[in-house]
């Protein structure tokens, strides 16, 4: 049996001002869990930049907030080599920037030290 893989995909969920949103990245990789994938190879994650509410850095990019900074680094299928690329749309330009797993999540972690 050969290796097999495919895409999901994720988006946000706002449900009330008060209540925090479900993100996008959480949905893909629980989906991702619960067809039995062992592995994520990469996340995309495209939106309007702004700046990270735990580490306070801004990007040209939208990377993956704290929580699922967090609560990614607990899914096994996620590894320190995953391949991480966001996407920042800023009017007709659209920025990128990649990293792997273990590099956002370092970025971040001094900063919120
Ligand atoms: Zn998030």
Sequence with gaps: MGVRWTTFVGANLKTAENIRPVCAEQGAVSAARMAGYTRILGLAV??????????????????????????????????SDTRILTAGIDGDIIHTEECNFNELVQLHAEREE
């Design 46 to 79: 495209v939106g309007i930049p702004q700046a990270d509410h735990d580490s306070g850095l801004t990007h040209r990019t939208l990377p993956p907030c704290g929580v699922c900074r967090r609560t990614l680094s607990a899914f096994p299928e996620m590894r």
